[in-house]
């Protein structure tokens, strides 16, 4: 499973894409589907299994990001969101 944080801003994104390259950690940049946001172009799908880490990354480097929701497996699927 994949989840995929969402940016109130590009700079956000962009900020947390360096974390991450920073730290090795797998990442695909985005544009987020337009269900979930029209504000920002860029979106970061992480690894389920690395969401904790990924968010203590962002935490420490103090890059918010504005949500953070299930990537779906089937086309239609719902995001869902993902505490």
């Known amino acids: 499973m994949r989840i995929l944080l969402i940016f109130a801003t590009t700079h956000h994104a962009l900020a947390a894409e360096s974390a991450l390259l920073e ?3 797998w990442h695909e940049l985005l544009p ?3 269900e979930l946001t029209l ?3 860029l979106s970061l799908l992480v690894r389920r ?3 904790a ?3 203590t990354m962002l935490d420490t480097a103090q890059v918010p990001f ?3 929701y ?3 497996e089937k086309l239609g699927e719902p995001y869902l969101p993902v505490e």
Request: charged share 35%.
């Open 32 to 34: 987020p589907p337009r």
């Open 66 to 68: 504005a949500g953070a």
């Open 39 to 41: 504000s920002c172009g």
């Open 23 to 25: 730290q090795r950690v």
């Open 53 to 55: 880490r990924v968010k």
């Open 70 to 72: 299930r990537m779906p």
């Open 49 to 51: 299994d690395d969401f």
